[in-house]
Structures are given as C-alpha cells and as structure tokens.
C-alpha cells in the first residue's frame, strides 16, 4: 500500500525481483500486499490459512505471468493481485456448496485480466509438473546430471569428475541417455 | 553430414545453445538446420524441451523461496501478536483488578440498596404454617424447671414441644385430620372438645408432601359420636363460593368467614385453594365449609405480606391420603359419612351441630 509517487516503479521493482527470483521482493510482497488480501479472505468466510494459501497461489500466478516475459502491468500491482487473490477464493468457494455472490465493484478490465492470467497460470503449472514428475520418475544420478549441464551449465569435465567417469566421452554418453529416457517419460504422460 | 546421427546432432546443438562454438561453427550450424528440415524440427524441439526444464527448474526453487519467506512472515506475525497481548496486560493488570472489584462492589451494594436481598428472603419464605406457639413463657418457664428437675437423673433433655391447632372428625368413631406440621416432631398428640373434654389420641398416618396427618383417638373414655353432619365435596369448588370455617387460633373456637378466591394454592399448588378469610396460627388443620356444609377443604397455611391470602389444602388431597393408608395401620374402615345434615339450616345452626366435630389438638 505504498501511497508514495514512486509507486510505480516500485511495483515494478518487485516484479523484477520476482523474475529473477529474489527473496527480498517476495517478502516485500508479502509486507506490502498480503494483509489486504488476507483481509478480504477472512472477510467471505475464510480462515487464516486459507488466505496463506490463496495469496501463495496469488504470487505463482504473478510469477508465472512475469516469467513469460510479456507481462505489462496495466494497473497498480496491489490491484492486479486483490483482482487474483479474489477470482482464486471465489474458484475456491464455488467449489464448495457454499454460495458466495460476485460483487461488481472492481471493474471489468481487472477481473478479465486475472481470469487471463489464472488461466495461463493453470496451463503452465499442468505443464511444468508433468515435467517435474518426469524428473522424479528418472531419479538419480541422471536428474542431477541434466541439471548441472543444462541448468548449472557446467562443463562435460566437471560432471565427468562428480560422478567418477572414466572420461568425458563416457559422460557424455550417459547424459545423452539420461535425456532421451527423460524425454521418453514426459512424452509418455 | 547427412548421415549424423541423432546423438551426435544433439551434442553438436547443445555446443550451439551453450555458445561453445567459434562463429564460423556457428554458421555452419545454422546453415546445417536451414538445409535439413528433420534436423531443424529436431532442434527446436530440444531447445523447447530444455527451456520448459530449465523453467520447471527455475519455478520450483521459486516456490521453495515462496515457501519459505511465508513461513517466515507467519512466523514473525504470529509471535509478535501475543507479545503485544500480553504487554498490554501487563500494563493494564492493575487497572482491570481495581475495575473489577469496583464493578463487584456497586453491583452488589446496589442489589442490597434497592432491597433486593430482603425481597428474596421474603418470597423464599413467605409462606407460614398456621401452628400456634402456646403458652411460650409459661413452657418455657415449665421448660426451666423439668431441666432442674432432670439435672441429676440422665435422661434426654430434649425441649417438650408445644403446640396447638385445629382437627375435625371425619368418621364418627375418632378419625380426625389435622395438617402434618401440627404433629412434626410430637411426643403425644391430645384432642380436645369445645366441652373442654380432652382424649388422647395416636398419630395413624402422615403425609407430608400434602401435609395431612390422619390421628385416631385412642382413649378408652371417648364414645363414638353422632353421624357427622358434613360430607366431603369431591369436586372443585368455585371461584367466589362462600366459605367459612371454625378454628382454635385461641382456646375458644373462632369462626371465620370469606370466600374462596383462587382454584391453586401457594406457588401455584394445584392440591389447594387459596381462600380468604382472616386465619391465625392456631388455624391449621380446621375444615373449610361451603354454605351447604360440604367441607371442601383443609385450612394449612397463609402467605406473609400478602392481605387475605390463606391457603387450604383440597378434600381431594385428602380422600387421596386416606386411599393410600395402609390397611394394617387401620384400626377399623374409614367410611366416610354421605348424609349431609347442614343443608338446609343456618349458619348459626350449621355451627352449633358442626362444633362438637371440631377439635382442639394439643401438641406436646
């Protein structure tokens, strides 16, 4: 709830933070934005946990958004986060028998916007567990090998030493092997 | 080139991705994937493939750093809260124990003031039996000196207990009724005419919940009477039926007479009628009569503070007693008299034929 005229670009600070996954910005997020929504949640029939939950979902939503690269903020952070915070615990109460009446305050615009985002955010997460579960299924050593080449990009020789290769060719091969078996199980699903 | 294989063709695109190759091999990498669609497909396959795990990658670290920032923002909050709880109690101890005993002070000089306690004591206990405390000096005096007396011998000194009240027959051959506070606690129980003819007589059968007590004359002087001149009314009288009654508030008989003013009795008794007519300790026990001369009823008691507010227990509490005495306690049936003689006389001559049916009891 920064009322300052800097508003903006701290908003965007944050979001740069979450981009490249900086614990500062997430607690600012949470400083900054979490008691609102809290607030809103505990208002419709929530509880506290229920509202931890709805706003970490909140900040995956946002995360998963910044991490496509394209995301322009149309409007101050706080509301674009109150718009999701609020589709999430309706999706979550209409789950339920409970009935809960949408209020036409916040604008049309916004709500649209958070549908988007939610729904892309549902998207990737299918997705990205698949491959998570993929990953989990390959099990060691070959999961650690493809994350220090491919993520940690460290070189044949290094991975050949931690894991006591005789050479980097032999490495090598295996790695190959560890990708195709990889590919082979997330293709599979 | 053509014949590469797919291994190695990955090898060769993952040098590309990670910007291990010269610039010349770069451009021959290009160019190699412009000329062959399969590879080409091949290629940006992998390239989707590795990004979508370096995202996954990426993504989960995220939401572990997610993770644990919330725990560690819950955490702050939530021992902060009863910190600040707590500090303020601490401060606000003093004030909340004098607030508190002021509170109890004024609520309760507050209730007394007003007179609340006095009030509840009242209607706790407003209800007095109509038993007449004899002689109080004189017993007490005679008290005096039978503890004199027994000073060296013994024997319990329980205090005599002296009482009078009211009893009517209710067969001609010594049943009488009387109300079961008249004789709590009797040593012996003396019956006395208006003739001043007194017969000793045994307690039969008491009901306490009702507060009837039957007694039958024991002694050997007493004759059986007359046939009684009432009956008993079974039903439930009327609301504003003419009543009275005769009784030994003194040692002469009083009569008295009101009228029947409510079908329930004290604290909404359905077993008796409140009845007014002026009664006094020394009353209890005494028939109630309609003008007829049924006896409807048996006078118990009055409510203190209250005008005119006199209570009789019902003769259909009465018959119930009688029913439920046992038959080996009985000395001869209980038959109950059905033939009114008062019904056609007046009051004068109602009284004079009822009074030698009334009785003094003696409690000692």
Known sequence: ?189 | MRDLGTQEFIEWADSYLRDELSREERLRFEEFCSQNPTYAALFSEHVSFISSLKQTDARASFKQALAETAQEYYQAETVKKPAKIIRLWNSLQLNAAVAAAIAIVSVFSTLWLTGYYSNLKKTSTDYSALRRDMNTVKRNVNAHNAEIKNIKSDKDNTEDMHFGATGFMITRDGYVVTNYHVITGADSVHLQNHKGESYKAEIIFTNPEKDLAILHISDSTFKSLKNLPYTFKKQDSDLGEDIYTIGFPRDEAVYGQGYLSSATGYAGDTLAYQISIPVNPGNSGGPVLDKDGNVIGIISGKQKGIDGAAFAIKTKALLETLNSIPVDSLKGNIVLSNRNGLTNLNRTDQIKRLQDYIYIVKVY
Request: aromatic share 8%; net charge neutral.
């Open chain 1, 1 to 189: 709830m920064s009322k300052e005229k800097s508003d903006i670009n701290f908003d965007l600070e944050i979001l740069h933070g979450i981009a490249t996954g900086n614990n500062l910005a997430i607690r600012k997020l949470y400083k900054l934005h979490f008691p609102a929504i809290a607030k809103m949640i505990l208002n419709n029939q929530g509880s506290r946990e229920e509202a931890q939950d709805i706003f970490q979902e909140t900040v995956m939503v946002l995360y998963d958004k910044v991490s496509q690269g394209n995301f322009t903020l149309n409007s101050k952070l706080q509301t674009f986060l109150y718009a999701i915070s609020k589709r999430l615990w309706l999706k979550q109460l209409t789950r339920g028998a409970s009935k809960y009446h949408q209020d036409q305050i916040d604008s049309l615009e916004d709500s649209l916007a958070a549908e988007e985002a939610i729904e892309e955010h549902v998207l990737t997460e299918a997705n990205l567990n698949q491959m998570e579960d993929a990953l989990l299924t390959l099990g060691e050593p070959c999961k650690t090998i493809l994350q220090d080449f491919y993520i940690k990009n460290a070189s044949m020789t290094d991975i050949c030493e931690k894991f006591g290769y005789t050479n980097p060719d032999n490495a090598k091969n295996q790695k190959y092997k560890c990708l195709q078996r990889l590919k082979k199980i997330f293709f599979k699903k």
